[in-house]
């Protein structure tokens, strides 16, 4: 289950923040950016915090910076993981908010994307959104994915996946230590289908590239070299 590590660095939410807006897509609530007309977009699945973390949507502004129409849908539908909760720790917590419920609400995200003209689409998870789009690129239901710091995903799981893939991961890491990433990294390499792509960045942790402090100038380093990776990626498959 989620230890401690999943949920540390908590942000604070700010529902007005980033340069785009708040519009419904395929049922859920989501932050929008980017060129409305894009025939490109990419999905951004958040951590346990939600649609509202402002290091999460300034990311959203610089993907849509690239052309992309870019997506953050509020899964938790107003109902983000608060640590300060006592009454409801993230064991609790998820059993309202499993992975297995966002991917069934992306298939109305992705049908409204498609239905809007956009023919191809990305999408990157974070910790708990990693899960969700480990399970959309083993559908096919997008044409790349990026898993950033993730939780929960399996050696089953990536073996699965049918589209290029890229796994951005941290050294320390109890969600997906460097062990077990090195073994995604083995899988890929034996899967000649499927690019994949792993790269463990050196003294962070998990979470790191959307939970960083502005202050932390190393920390901001790491991950805007992670949100660089991650945007090369898309350029390269979701064109």
């Known amino acids: 289950m989620s230890g401690p590590q999943c949920c540390a660095n908590p942000p604070t939410l700010v529902p007005g923040s980033g340069a785009g807006h708040v519009e419904q897509v395929g049922g859920l609530n ?15 699945v958040s951590d346990v ?38 009454e409801r720790p993230i064991g609790v917590w998820i059993k309202d908010h499993g992975a297995d419920k966002g991917f069934e609400e992306t298939k109305p995200v992705i049908q409204a994307l498609k239905s809007k003209g ?3 689409i990305g999408a ?9 789009v480990v399970e959309l690129g083993k ?6 994915a990026v898993l950033l710091h993730p939780s929960f995903v399996t050696l089953d799981d990536i073996k699965g996946v049918k589209v290029p893939i890229a ?3 941290a050294e320390i890491d109890q969600m997906s230590p460097p062990e077990l990433l090195k073994q995604f990294e083995e899988v890929l390499a034996a899967k000649s289908e499927v690019d994949g ?18 202050e932390d100038a190393a920390a901001v380093k790491s991950a805007e070299e992670a949100h660089l990776d991650m945007t090369q990626w898309f350029v390269k498959y979701v064109k």
């Open 30 to 44: 989501a932050y929008v950016a980017g060129p409305p007309d894009s025939k490109l977009a990419i999905l951004l």
């Open 49 to 86: 915090y939600g649609y509202e973390a402002p290091n999460l949507r300034k990311l959203a502004d610089k993907v849509a910076a690239s052309g992309y129409y870019v997506v953050v849908p509020d899964y938790f539908k107003g109902d983000p993981y608060a640590p300060e909760n006592a």
């Open 124 to 132: 990157a998870g974070f910790c708990w959104g990693a899960k969700v």
């Open 118 to 120: 956009i023919s191809k």
């Open 197 to 214: 792509l792993v790269k463990i960045f050196p003294k962070v942790s998990h979470g790191w590239t959307v939970r960083y402090k502005v």
């Open 139 to 144: 559908c096919e239901l997008i044409q790349a």
């Open 167 to 169: 796994v951005l991961g």
